[in-house]
C-alpha cells in the first residue's frame, strides 16, 4: 500500500508542477496516526471555493470541497473509506501572495466498510468526519496538519470514535 501511496504522490508532484495554478483543483496525499497505532492514508481530490468572502488587508474567507480515499491500518485489521467534506478557509494575506498560511475548519460525511478496529466499536458505516487545522499555501503546494474526528454522533451505541493528528500534502494546478 505505502509504495501505491509514494507512486501517487510522485505523480501529484510532476503534473501539478506542470499544471500549477490554473484549475482551482488540487491532489492530496495525507499520513496521520491515531491511538492505538493506527496508521491513517489518505488520497483526495480538492476544488476550491470560487469565492471570497470577508476580504480585508489580513486576508479573507474560501474553502474547497475535498473527496477523499482513506485507509486505515492496525496489526491484521484495517477499515477503507470514502469521504466528502466542505472545508472553510480563513486566508492570511492576498490571494496574489506567494505564501498564504491558513487556518481550516469543516464537518463532512464518510462511509466506512468496516467499523471496528483496535478494540474500537464505531457501530455504523456512516461517520460524521470533523477537521481542524493550519498550513501554508506555497505556490501551488500546500502544507497542512490537522486533526480530524471520526464519529457517528451517538446514531448508534457504542460511539467510541477515533481522533487522528494528520499532515497533508496537496499540488494545486
Same mark, same amino acid.
Do not use: C
Given at each position: $500500500?505505502?509504495?501505491? *501511496?509514494?507512486?501517487? +504522490? ?7 508542477? &506542470? $499544471? #500549477?495554478? !490554473?484549475?482551482?483543483?488540487?491532489? %492530496? +496525499? ?19 471555493? !470560487?469565492?471570497? @468572502? ?7 474567507? !474560501? ?8 485507509? @486505515?491500518?492496525? =496489526? ?6 470514502? &469521504?466528502?467534506?466542505?472545508? /472553510? ?7 496574489? =501572495? *506567494? ?18 478496529? &483496535?478494540?474500537?466499536?464505531? !457501530?455504523?458505516?456512516?461517520? /460524521? ?6 498550513? &501554508? ?10 486533526? $480530524?474526528?471520526?464519529? =457517528?454522533? %451517538?446514531?448508534? #451505541? ?7 493528528? $494528520? /499532515? ?6
Amino acid at each position: $500500500m505505502k509504495k501505491y *501511496l509514494i507512486l501517487i +504522490f510522485g505523480f501529484m508532484l510532476v503534473y501539478g508542477t &506542470a $499544471m #500549477a495554478g !490554473s484549475s482551482g483543483y488540487g491532489l %492530496s +496525499f495525507g499520513y496521520g496516526q491515531a491511538d492505538p497505532d493506527i496508521d491513517v492514508y489518505r488520497v483526495g481530490l480538492k476544488k476550491d471555493f !470560487s469565492s471570497r @468572502w470577508l476580504e480585508t488587508k489580513t486576508g479573507y474567507l !474560501s474553502g474547497y470541497f475535498e473527496l477523499s480515499l482513506n485507509h @486505515w491500518e492496525h =496489526n491484521n485489521e484495517d477499515i477503507n473509506g470514502i &469521504a466528502l467534506s466542505p472545508v /472553510f478557509a480563513y486566508y492570511f494575506g492576498q490571494k496574489s =501572495n *506567494l505564501i498564504k498560511p491558513y487556518i481550516e475548519g469543516g464537518i463532512g460525511v464518510t462511509y466506512i466498510d468496516e467499523y471496528h478496529i &483496535a478494540d474500537r466499536n464505531l !457501530s455504523t458505516n456512516f461517520q /460524521f468526519e470533523d477537521r481542524i487545522g493550519i498550513g &501554508a499555501r506555497i505556490g501551488f503546494v500546500d502544507l497542512n496538519f490537522r486533526y $480530524m474526528h471520526y464519529s =457517528n454522533a %451517538s446514531i448508534k #451505541a457504542p460511539n467510541h470514535g477515533i481522533d487522528i493528528l $494528520m /499532515f497533508t500534502t496537496a499540488i494545486q494546478f
